[in-house]
């Protein structure tokens, strides 16, 4: 049963940094499947952030592309998001998710079928 946990939202000012944290519960979950990061604020779409597929290889939104970068630790099992220079554009809601099978790694909402409960980031 996957189980992701994320943490380390909160407030910050505008321009700072946040690095939100998603630990695993399963072992194949780092080694083997996409990986990704989403928002949402109430009344939009939950929106793809990025996303890392099992080799390390990464794809971001163009909105947090050279602010944000999602990264792994295959030995932590978990999945992080450094997030830089944020903006209050990027005040929602985000959740880490997996990818529901094996698969290219796109950053399309419906191919990720496990989801962690979200951890709020605001920035103002």
């Known amino acids: 049963h996957v189980q992701l946990v994320e943490s380390g939202g909160g407030s910050v000012q505008v321009g700072g940094s946040l690095r939100l944290a998603c630990p695993a519960s399963?072992?194949?979950?780092?080694?083997?499947?996409?990986l990704g990061w989403f928002r949402q604020v109430p009344g939009k779409e939950r929106e793809g952030v990025a996303a890392i597929d099992n080799n390390g290889r990464t794809n971001h939104a163009a909105s947090v592309r050279g602010r944000f970068t999602i990264s792994k630790d295959n030995a932590k099992n978990t999945l992080y998001l450094q997030m830089n220079s944020l903006k209050p554009e990027d005040t929602a809601m985000y959740y880490c998710?997996?990818?529901?099978?094996?698969?290219?790694?796109?950053?399309?909402?419906?191919?990720?079928?496990?989801w962690g409960q979200g951890t709020q980031v605001t920035v103002s």
């Open positions: 998710a997996q990818r529901a099978r094996l698969g290219t790694c796109l950053l399309s909402r419906a191919d990720f079928g496990y």
């Open positions: 399963e072992y194949f979950t780092m080694r083997y499947y996409c």
